[in-house]
Every structure is written in C-alpha cells, then in structure tokens.
C-alpha cells in the first residue's frame, strides 16, 4: 500500500505544476495571436513573394492558435511573432 500512495502524491505534484503556468505567458500568447491576425487581416500581399510569406504567416497563425488551445504557450508567443514577421515579409513583397 505504502508504493500507491507515493505514487498518487508524485502525480498530484506533477499535476498541480502544470497548473502553476503564469498567466503572463498566457495573456502574452493571446495579445501575439490577436495582433498578428489583426495585421493579417489588413495586409496587402505585394507580388508571388509577398503571397508566399503571407502563406506562411497564415500557416504560423494557425499553429500558435493550436498552441495556445493546448497550453503550450511558449511555442504560441513563437509563432505569433514569426507569423507577424511574414505578415510585414508579405507587404514589402518579399
């Protein structure tokens, strides 16, 4: 019986760290998301090079929303940012 119980009390700490995400990666994460759609939605590809960066800046968004979906809010913020890099890419036209 002694195995079980520590057993249950690795996993209740394992699973109360998960818990213990700060909130600021999650409202950063969230701020990221709805800044790089945001500027989406109002660019204006500049030729074939321009669509293709902003191909891949739709793809990264889509990638940081799953991201945010399931907690990994590291990997969101990473996203986000690349995808709003690609965004100003697809302005310049390249």
Known sequence: MPKITVLLSLMA???SGCSAI???YRET???EVNTAWRE???A???GFAGTISYTKA???ITTARTMQTVEN???CIKNAR???FYTQESRAGR
């Open 22 to 24: 700060p909130s600021s």
């Open 40 to 42: 989406m939605n109002i």
């Open 29 to 31: 994460c969230k701020n």
């Open 73 to 75: 809010f590291d990997g």
């Open 13 to 15: 700490l394992l699973i």
């Open 82 to 84: 690349k995808a709003r």
């Open 44 to 46: 204006k590809a500049d």
């Open 58 to 60: 739709l793809g990264l």
